[in-house]
Nanobody, 126 residues
Framework: QVQPVESGGGSVQAGGSLRLSCVAK????????MGWFRQAHGKEREGVAA???????DYIGSVKGRFTISQDNTKNILYLQMNNLKPEDSAMYLC????????????????????WGPGTQVQVDG
């Protein structure tokens, strides 16, 4: 059973940085992808960044140039480096692991088909 577990969230001032990590226990990377999603209170879940087995990454427009997704395939660890954080980045950040390639924008498909962690809270104060 795949059990992603996130860590690294916290509270920072605007302009600060955080690095999120996700250990996907029991996950065997094979023609699949992993992604970071976020959900703010009262808002829909949105895909932030995703990466495939070849390291090809995709980002939503609002985080391009500020966030970097990366992975350590040997350890099944996914990272999200977040720089120049803004108050609107505040949300619960969740890691998802998929056994098949998925489009970052297809959040509902990720919800149905991927394995999800419990999330880590990020608070950015302005």
């Amino acid at each position: 059973q795949v059990q992603p577990v996130e860590s690294g969230g916290g509270s920072v001032q605007a302009g600060g940085s955080l690095r999120l990590s996700c250990v996907a226990k029991g996950y065997f990377y094979n023609g699949a992808c992993m992604g970071w999603f976020r959900q703010a209170h009262g808002k829909e879940r949105e895909g932030v960044a995703a990466i495939d087995r070849d390291g090809e990454a995709d980002y939503i427009g609002s985080v391009k140039g500020r966030f970097t997704i990366s992975q350590d395939n040997t350890k099944n660890i996914l990272y999200l480096q977040m720089n120049n954080l803004k108050p609107e980045d505040s949300a619960m950040y969740l890691c998802a692991a998929s056994t098949r390639p998925l489009d970052l924008a297809s959040t509902l498909i990720w919800v149905r088909r991927a394995f999800w962690g419990p999330g880590t809270q990020v608070q950015v104060d302005g």
